[in-house]
């Protein structure tokens, strides 16, 4: 099978070699898993990061998100046949999906929305999963709660950043403020849903209280975090809740202490790395999702389709999330 790889980490994306074609054998399913033929995907942040600095001694095949058709399941499958079309975020420890086939334990696999094609569909998964569970497992805000509470999303127009804006504000009573540093990107946060958008390129406590927040209740840090660490214990409210999903080089927990604020930190891979108990609550998350979606409540975040599922588009589209300036999410589709 077709698969795109790198044999060497961290060489610079504009280098051939950074992503290359291999042929590989066919993968082949295990108890739980699904052989998955693969129609689209798309790029998050991980896969760049993975890539420059995860050392390989044989090919690694990256990327998590996809979505595509079961074309075998495992022994102990029970929640999808052959033929049934499907999206996922995968697994950290399983090599990825930018491959024609690829293999996922059904427990973190949802059924695609059928009012989306399978590059809309692929734009979801990671994103998804990582702002549901930010919003509703960490952070327990109650679906429907939250009435005269605040949310400041710090990098509201990405991919994580578009999906919970939309969650945000359609499943809960949380006011949400969105940051963007460009006009694009703000109108971009506006139109997924975010009641005020402000700027994380300036000082964010005076622009918050110029609109009538001295304090916020949630603040969730999606890049970036180390550099406006001080600007968000200052912005938010005593009692407050602080999350993020980013990789700061250091974090001093000592400056929440004086506000009481309470530190909550997502990675979306957790369940599958350890298999959790509740690891099948994956399935769930997707499974709503494409619920919301197909009742119209929710809209796919896609901001780019590059095209063929190729080495090219894909450093291509490294290149553009290494940039910081995606917006939405960058989709491939097609072998």
Do not use: C
């Amino acid at each position: 099978m077709k698969a795109i790889v790198y044999t060497q980490h961290g060489l610079p994306i504009d280098q051939p070699d950074a992503l290359h074609l291999m042929d590989l054998p066919a993968p082949v399913p295990g108890p739980r898993d699904l052989l998955v033929q693969v129609h689209a995907v798309s790029v998050n942040p991980v896969d760049t990061k993975v890539r420059r600095g995860a050392a390989v001694t044989a090919p690694r095949v990256l990327g998590w998100d996809a979505a595509g058709v079961v074309t075998a399941v495992g022994a102990d499958v029970t929640a999808f046949k052959p033929g049934d079309a499907v999206y996922y975020a995968g697994s950290l420890l399983r090599p990825g999906s930018y491959s024609e086939l690829h293999l996922v334990d059904e427990r973190i696999a949802g059924h695609k929305p059928a009012t989306l094609d399978f590059a809309d569909a692929a734009a979801l998964p990671l994103t998804s999963l990582t702002a549901w569970e930010l919003l509703f497992d960490r952070l327990k805000v109650p679906e429907g709660g939250g009435a005269g509470r605040s949310l400041l999303i710090v990098g509201a127009s990405g991919g994580v950043g578009s999906i919970l804006t939309q969650l945000a504000s359609k499943l809960t009573g949380l006011t949400v403020i969105g940051t963007a540093s460009r006009e694009e990107t703000r109108d971009w946060v506006r139109a997924l849903g975010a009641h005020h958008v402000i700027d994380h390129g300036q000082p964010m406590a005076p622009q918050l209280a110029a609109l009538g927040f001295n304090g916020v209740d949630i603040v969730i840090s999606l890049t970036h975090t180390e550099q406006h660490y001080a600007d968000i214990v200052e912005s938010l409210a005593p009692q407050g809740q602080f999350a993020l999903i980013d990789d700061p080089a250091s974090l001093d927990a000592m400056p929440l202490k004086r506000k009481s604020i309470s530190l909550h930190w997502e990675l979306m891979f957790t369940r599958s790395m350890y298999e959790t108990p509740d690891m099948a609550r994956q399935r769930e998350i997707l499974d709503r999702v494409a619920q919301l979606v197909d009742d119209g409540v929710l809209k796919t975040t896609v901001g780019e389709n590059f095209g063929a599922i190729t080495a090219e588009n894909l450093r291509r589209a490294h290149a553009v999330i290494e940039s910081n300036k995606a917006r939405g999410k960058i989709v491939l589709a097609g072998f």
